[in-house]
């Protein structure tokens, strides 16, 4: 029939309108990028209704960027966190460090290796319980894992291969606190220093003028280094002296060893020794064997005073001490000879003007 209503048509006017799908969704909650700040926010709040407040009052001044919110609590609770994880990796390096140096039964070498891996182990812990305590999820990081390899292989790579060498030359005890050891500077002059510290990145090397030299430790591990303390602090030390042709070289021989002898630093044994190094332009050359057992209080000052009394025994002995001489021979020629012959006019004509 024409007058009737379709039955669809019907059912559709009937029924209520349909929402849309956006209208039923719920709405998307800022929530916190700071796991613990939650956490730290419902302890709080649950205890005393004015901390709760304040809370409050501090969490409701924030900054929003999409899903993403920060507080100012959670600034607050963030620096808290970082600062209490810091003091308590200081505060436990330090108590371990105390613990180390205590042990007698370790030489200094271990006891600072001891030292590096106990410092290693606790802020690595600290670390990973910094990350625990802010709620921060280590899959987030593997977006960054790549970019940070590369940092490290790059920007970091002389830090960490410094870092090793240092811990393997304790290790096998090469290099050690104490050690006297040739520096040389940027000119090319070469020194002794003994060596102060041994640090993550460098060795602390003093000269004897109170100059410090800062030594990568890989290059220690890689380059020739001298080490006058590594088996044994004993060191000889040469003192070259020069005396006349004329001279009695037994005599001479005996002076030498008794002004090595006379000095108080110089070890009795092994004893000094007397060598003849060369026949010299102008004198007959030997070296002073002496051995000292503290290169870390000078060399060069043993050596001044074992010149300084021989230089009074040659005096008291009469042991010439030469200087440089030199003989000069002129051959005869018919040059030489006119112009001698010149001279002497020359000589013979101003006589006769002043008579």
């Not at 939650?38 to 209704?49: H, N, T």
């Amino acid at each position: 029939m024409q007058g009737a209503t379709p039955t669809s048509v019907a059912s559709t006017a009937s029924a209520p309108p349909v929402e849309q799908a956006w209208s039923l969704a719920e709405p998307v909650r800022e929530e916190s990028s700071v796991a613990a700040a939650e956490g730290a926010k419902e302890a709080l709040s649950s205890k005393s209704e004015t901390v709760g407040s304040v809370i409050d009052t501090l969490d409701a001044v924030a900054l929003s960027f999409g899903s993403f919110r920060i507080s100012l609590f959670d600034v607050l609770i963030v620096s808290a966190v970082i600062v209490g994880v810091l003091v308590f990796a200081w505060f436990v390096s330090k108590m371990g460090r105390r613990l180390m140096r205590r042990m007698t039964r370790l030489d200094e070498a271990q006891q600072l290796l001891a030292e590096k891996i106990v410092t290693i182990l606790v802020w690595a812990a600290a670390f990973f319980l910094g990350i625990d305590l802010l709620g921060i999820d280590l899959t987030a990081l593997a977006v960054f894992s790549g970019a940070f390899g590369l940092a490290i292989g790059f920007g970091l790579q002389k830090t960490f291969g410094n870092l090793i060498a240092g811990i393997i030359l304790l290790m096998d005890r090469s290099i050690k606190p104490g050690d006297v050891i040739a520096v040389a500077d940027m000119a090319g002059n070469e020194s002794f220093g003994q060596i102060r510290k041994i640090g993550i990145r460098a060795v602390s090397v003093t000269t004897r003028d109170q100059r410090e030299y800062l030594i990568p430790n890989e290059n220690l591990m890689i380059n020739q280094v001298e080490n006058w303390s590594y088996s044994s602090k004993n060191v000889r030390m040469q003192v070259p002296v020069g005396v006349s042709y004329e001279a009695d070289m037994k005599l001479a021989e005996e002076l030498m060893l008794e002004a090595a002898k006379s000095s108080e630093r110089v070890l009795k044994a092994p004893p000094p020794t007397v060598w003849m190094s060369e026949y010299g332009d102008s004198s007959v050359n030997f070296i002073i064997h002496c051995w000292i057992q503290d290169p870390e209080e000078g060399v060069g000052n043993v050596r001044s005073a074992v010149l300084k009394k021989l230089w009074w025994l040659f005096k008291e002995n009469g042991v010439e001490i030469p200087f440089p001489q030199r003989d000069l021979h002129i051959r005869s020629s018919d040059q030489f000879d006119r112009l001698i012959d010149i001279m002497a006019q020359g000589r013979g004509g101003a006589a006769d003007a002043k008579d």
